[in-house]
Nanobody
């Protein structure tokens, strides 16, 4: 059974930084892609960033390029999303997701197989 646990969501001021974490279990960590999506009520869901340890590749949405960094610690089955220079428009529920594809761009543009419960990130202006 795939289990996903996000943490680290918080309230932060614009221009600040925050790191959210995702601990996953129940599958071969290095054989799947893991990614972060975000959702704001009334808006379309967005694939923010995805990573494939298997092929050593990452994907970033244009809206976060240069500000967000995704990384993984395979020994801890954990993926991190470091968010810098945060903007009020980054406010959303951030979901950690897991997918069997090895291509992070494909994952972030599609609908992953597994989803966590989400963690709220709020950026105040």
């Amino acid at each position: 059974e795939v289990q996903i646990m996000e943490s680290g969501g918080s309230l932060v001021q614009a221009g600040g930084s925050l790191r959210v974490s995702c601990v996953v279990s129940g599958f071969s960590f290095d054989r799947y892609s893991i990614g972060w999506f975000r959702q704001v009520p009334g808006k379309e869901r967005e694939g923010v960033s995805c990573i494939s340890s298997r092929i050593g590749s990452t994907y970033y949405a244009d809206s976060v390029k240069g500000r967000f960094t995704i990384s993984s610690d395979n020994a801890k089955n954990t993926v991190y999303l470091q968010m810098n220079s945060l903007k009020p428009e980054d406010t959303a529920v951030y979901y950690c997701t897991v997918d069997s594809t090895v291509y992070p761009d494909y994952m972030c543009r599609g609908t992953p197989d597994y989803w966590g419960q989400g963690t709220q990130v709020t950026v105040s202006s």
